[in-house]
């Protein structure tokens, strides 16, 4: 059974830095481009950043440089390192595993975790 | 960036309606459109991938069509589980981009 998850939540300070973690279990972690998708308050789904099998990395553009994703193939676990957090990152952040379909290298986000909640406030 | 524009943005039907909500994208995304369902205080759970395959355990009643530019969601006879709130996503390109979301009420 595909499992997924989210822990590292919390009550952070604006300017403050946080990291999310995602453990996975279930699958071969390591042949799975994994991400990140948050949801405010209230408000819809918004995608944050994925972390191919190879390594490779790709973010939204409101990270502007604060949000930096990893993965530990021998730990199956992923990362999410959020720096300068702002009001506007209070959320509940989802990890989410990826699988591919026809020639797209994304795919679907097959298998969400539960969430875990960042509130930024002061 | 990949705009999806998801209509209505609200809907109320009964039990046993048949529905459909539709997924407007800002550019060519082939079939590279998935569709969501999420319940309050829950995970999203994925219904429809690339347009129109059914995701695994996924009641034969939600149906998804459209390619290029034009989708829809359709779910037949509905059920009271399924009153829920409903996203489409292109995963043609990054960055990944999701619809507004339409929150579907029981009548």
């Known amino acids: 059974e595909v499992q997924l998850v989210e822990s590292g939540g919390g009550l952070i300070q604006p300017g403050g830095s946080l990291r999310l973690s995602c453990a996975a279990s279930?699958?071969?972690?390591?042949?799975?481009?994994m991400g990140w998708v948050r949801q405010a308050p209230g408000k819809g789904l918004e995608w944050v950043s994925v972390i191919r099998d190879s390594g490779r990395t790709f973010y939204a553009a409101f990270v502007e440089g604060r949000f930096t994703i990893s993965r530990d193939n021998s730990k199956s676990t992923m990362y999410l390192q959020i720096n300068s957090l702002r009001a506007e990152d209070t959320a509940v952040y989802y990890c989410v595993r990826t699988a591919p379909y026809g020639t797209g290298w994304y795919g679907k986000n097959d298998f969400w975790g539960q969430g875990t909640l960042v509130t930024v406030s002061s | 960036d990949d705009q999806l524009t998801q209509s209505p943005s609200s809907l109320s039907a009964f039990v046993g309606d048949r529905v459909t909500i539709t997924c407007r994208a800002s550019?060519?995304?082939?079939?590279?459109l998935n569709w969501y369902q999420q319940k309050p205080g829950k995970a999203p759970k994925l219904l429809i991938y690339a347009a129109s395959s059914l995701h695994s355990g996924v009641p034969s009643r939600f149906s998804g069509s459209g390619s290029g530019t034009e989708f829809a969601l359709t779910i037949n006879t509905l059920q009271p589980e399924d009153f829920a709130t409903y996203y489409c996503?292109?995963?043609?390109?990054?960055?990944?981009?999701f619809g507004q979301g339409t929150r579907l009420d029981i009548q």
């Open positions: 550019q060519n995304i082939d079939t590279y």
């Open positions: 279930g699958f071969s972690f390591r042949d799975y481009a």
């Open positions: 996503q292109q995963s043609c390109r990054t960055p990944i981009t």
